[in-house]
């Protein structure tokens, strides 16, 4: 063969190997090498869940976000260690806003009726951990979640209070198609719709209505209980936007009742919290004795559910507390008879003694060498 023709095959051949590589290296791409996907819709929204997830707030006058909750449980035991265990505001080296809402005792059993909560203080001890599990169990028929996060009975104090109502609506509430919440999709609904009945109509009150996104209205019970749901609130603590609720609701000038046209759309709601407040652990503080102390553990859990007959709340708070320095001892002090003294007898209650004496002299009053 010629020099062309041999150089002409090479040509071809190396046209041929070059084609097959990059056919592979496609393949290869499709098979193994697949690029991560961009993040999908709902993964951008379980981050949005995990960095605004659902939190508690100790008070009503604290601070608080999108998402969440309170509930007076661990008010309840923080005044009993405030006013019958240190008898003073509690008060830590470093300021606490925190603290400070707390020591204002917003939130007493003034606001709750006896049958609904259970509280008890006293040494920390295995039997009174026993006594707190026989009384719950006895009047709530509940077992605790949060009893044996603690070091018992390696504290001074501990302090409990277990809440629990349940309530139901008169009559139960249309269930209402699924729709939006927000950018979710296909969340669960009741309330009140065309073919709603007028009796579940008399179960809701109007305290306000001034846009669709700007009201209030109270839903009745069976029980004592009412649960007031609303709109618009710009306020950041719950004692505010509550009584801003309430102001709104007296100089409303509106109708009040639920009108035929009216229509109502709750969401469904399930929640269970359990948060340690870590805010007021190892900080110490004094008793008005002069003991210091510190909060070795303190939780609080709330449960909450509302649908469309009625709802549920279980809410347990528990604090552990040591002491941390044992006052100095006071020095000794003598009380020694042993140089010239007074003596006085009197009758109790009468304003002047019957005898007086001043000795000087032992030896006018005893035998001595």
């Not at 830590?92 to 909560?117: M, P, Q």
């Not at 948060?275 to 008793?287: G, L, R, T, Y």
């Not at 002491?323 to 009380?335: D, S």
């Not at 042993?338 to 035998?367: C, G, H, M």
């Amino acid at each position: 063969m010629s020099k062309k023709t041999w150089i002409g095959i090479i040509l071809v051949l190396l046209v041929i190997v070059v084609g097959v590589v990059a056919f592979l290296k496609k393949e290869d791409k499709k098979v193994g090498d697949v690029p991560n996907p961009a993040p999908t819709e709902k993964k951008e929204k379980e981050t949005l869940l995990q960095n605004d997830k659902l939190s508690v707030v100790t008070s009503l006058e604290d601070k608080i976000g999108n998402n969440t909750a309170w509930c007076g449980t661990f008010n309840l035991i923080w005044n009993d260690l405030k006013n019958d265990l240190a008898k003073q505001d509690i008060v830590f080296d470093k300021k606490s806003e925190i603290v400070e809402h707390l020591n204002k005792g917003t939130f007493s059993t003034a606001d709750l009726s006896e049958e609904s909560y259970y509280k008890v203080y006293g040494t920390s001890s295995l039997e009174l951990k026993a006594q707190i599990e026989k009384a719950i169990q006895e009047k709530f028929n509940e077992t605790s979640d949060i009893l044996d996060n603690f070091d018992w009975p390696n504290a001074d104090y501990f302090l409990y209070c277990m809440l629990k109502k349940e309530f139901e609506f008169p009559q139960e509430f249309t269930e209402l198609e699924n729709g939006k919440f927000g950018d979710y999709k296909n969340v669960k609904y009741f309330g009140i719709g065309e073919t709603s009945e007028e009796e579940i109509r008399d179960q809701v009150v109007v305290l306000y209505y001034h846009s669709k996104d700007d009201f209030a209205i109270k839903l009745l019970t069976k029980n004592n209980d009412e649960v007031i749901l609303s709109r618009g609130n710009k306020e950041d603590n719950f004692g505010e936007m509550y009584e801003n609720i309430m102001k709104k609701s007296e100089e409303y000038d509106g109708i009040y009742e639920f009108g035929e046209n009216d229509t109502l759309k709750i969401p469904n709601i399930k929640f269970d919290l359990k948060e340690e407040i870590k805010e007021v652990e190892n900080q110490p503080f004094q008793f008005s004795n002069g003991s210091e102390y510190v909060i070795d553990t303190a939780l609080q859990t709330i449960q909450f559910e509302l649908d469309k007959k009625g709802g549920k709340i279980k809410s347990e708070a528990g604090m552990s507390t040591r002491l941390t320095a044992i006052l100095e001892p006071q020095e000794p002090r003598e009380f020694l008879v042993d140089d010239t003294f007074t003596i006085f007898l009197q009758e109790q209650e009468k304003e002047l003694p019957y005898f007086a004496a001043k000795i000087s002299d032992i030896s006018n009053v005893q035998e001595v060498k």
